[in-house]
């Protein structure tokens, strides 16, 4: 299953398949059902999950594009069932968190920049060309359209959603739909919400909260903390209050 024309430095398991002029350097771990399609680099340390699929020209585990890296041992983990697509890059990470992390089951389409030490949940999907700055987090279950950079620390909470285009600075709150310029929170990601089977107690209990945090009066930093404060706030809307509490560098509104 490995084209002769490929360059594997790496043990990669019996049912792998790595297409023509793909190249494995060393260090690199596989996991079961595993297919790398022609021209690919993967480049270790790197742990690679079950069934990931790693598109033509695509190139995952290089060094850190950070002035600050040294040359330090640093790796890259993708989960199973990952899908990479043609010409995505995924940067190891640098001493600061020694990994880059993307969960399982996620799809990474065309020319994503995954850049040093940022950590990417389960089953979330990044449209084209979608360029991530270091150390940036996102939750499960995450929209992005296309053609979105992202500033680097920026936070994206759980089942968010963030329209094709716009460029993210702060963190973005968990289970709200973004958009606009400047970007801000739109509405309740309602659609994506009852696709994850949430049901329709959740919704109202965040649709009630996503209503009083940015459609009313007052701080959002205070009223956050008042529904952490209140003992009969859900866990959802507990999840969405404390994501704003805790946020460093502010929230979109």
């Avoid at 260090?27 to 079950?50: L, N, T």
């Avoid at 040294?70 to 010409?87: A, K, L, M």
């Amino acid at each position: 299953m490995i084209h002769p024309t490929a360059v594997v430095d790496s043990v990669v398991p019996d049912d792998a398949e790595i297409g023509p002029y793909a190249v494995i350097g060393p260090e690199v771990q596989f996991g079961k059902g595993v297919r790398i399609a022609p021209h690919a680099y993967v480049s270790g340390p790197a742990f690679i999950g079950d069934s990931v699929a790693i598109g033509p020209s695509a190139v995952i585990g290089t060094d850190p594009q950070d002035l600050k890296y040294d040359g330090e041992r640093t790796e890259v983990i993708i989960g199973s069932g990952t899908v990479i697509r043609e010409f995505a890059n995924i940067n190891r990470g640098t001493a600061e968190s020694g990994r880059t992390v993307i969960g399982s089951n996620c799809l990474i389409m065309a020319y994503v920049h995954i850049a040093h030490d940022c950590v990417i949940g389960d089953r979330v999907i990044l449209a084209n060309t979608v360029n991530m700055a270091g150390h940036v987090e996102i939750g499960n279950d995450v929209t992005i359209g296309g053609v979105v950079p992202i500033h680097q620390f920026v936070r994206i909470g759980e089942h968010a959603m963030i329209g094709g285009g716009y460029r993210v600075s702060k963190d973005v709150p968990p289970f709200v739909l973004a958009g606009g310029a400047p970007l801000g929170v739109m509405a309740l990601n309602r659609i994506g919400l009852r696709r994850k089977g949430f049901s329709p107690e959740r919704l109202l209990s965040l649709d009630r909260a996503f209503r009083y945090l940015f459609r009313e009066d007052g701080t959002l930093t205070s009223k956050a903390t008042g529904l952490l404060e209140d003992r009969s706030t859900s866990d959802d809307v507990r999840q969405l209050a404390d994501f704003i509490v805790s946020s460093s560098r502010g929230v979109i509104s």
